[in-house]
């Protein structure tokens, strides 16, 4: 009797940690629980960002925290002092900034104004815009990166190195080029490693 060929075994897909990227100086720890992270009256263009916190093997991670910061759309950020240093705040006044747990899927969701680029004296440069998130989940590694957009001309001339700009940290909007009075949306998944 004839034995039958075994199959090959698939592999099973691992999704790459997302890069890490520099804090900055601008972090709050325990932000206000809110997805709007834009005061109301406040003008800019809109955009909308989701997606999932997953693990490598792309299992969804459920109550993970997404911390989001940005600068206002001068390029200001809402805690940083005239001398660019980050200042106290109350939490009444965190209003380019917020927390969002993810849900059952993983999912999360939040609404910014697209933030403006700003000057870095230290390397003499301007920044490409970028929206700094810190993700933490029980049993996971925190990250800490930085997302950043197509179209900015500043992307390939940031500050160089790994905690700067990256392509794989664009998120690509619809409509491409922001139109007066329609939210441009994204989507961007954020990867963890497992903690060791």
């Known amino acids: 009797m004839a034995s039958k060929a075994s199959s090959p075994k698939l592999r099973a897909r691992r999704f790459p940690v997302t890069p890490g990227q520099v804090e900055g100086p601008y972090f709050i720890a325990d ?12 003008v800019g263009e809109e955009v909308r960002i989701n997606g999932q916190v997953i693990c490598q093997d792309g299992t969804a991670i459920v ?7 940005v600068a206002d759309p001068a390029g200001r950020y809402d805690n940083q002092a005239d ?6 705040i109350a939490v009444k006044e965190h209003r380019y900034r917020g927390r969002i747990i993810s849900d059952q899927s993983g999912g999360y969701a939040f609404r910014i ?6 000057f870095d004296s230290g390397y003499n440069l301007w920044r490409p815009a970028h929206i700094h998130v810190l993700v933490e989940a029980k049993g996971y590694e925190t990250l800490t990166t930085q997302l950043y957009f197509e179209d900015d001309a500043h992307n390939t001339l940031d500050i160089p190195g790994d905690d700067f700009f990256q392509p794989e940290l664009v998120v690509r909007l619809n409509p491409a080029v922001a139109i007066t009075g329609v939210a441009q949306k994204g989507s961007f998944n954020f990867v963890l490693a497992k903690a060791s």
């Open 63 to 69: 109550g993970a925290t997404v911390s989001v910061w």
């Open 113 to 118: 104004l697209r933030p403006g680029n700003y």
């Open 83 to 88: 001398d660019g240093s980050a200042k106290p």
């Open 31 to 42: 932000a206000k629980l809110q997805s709007k992270l834009f005061p109301s009256g406040a």
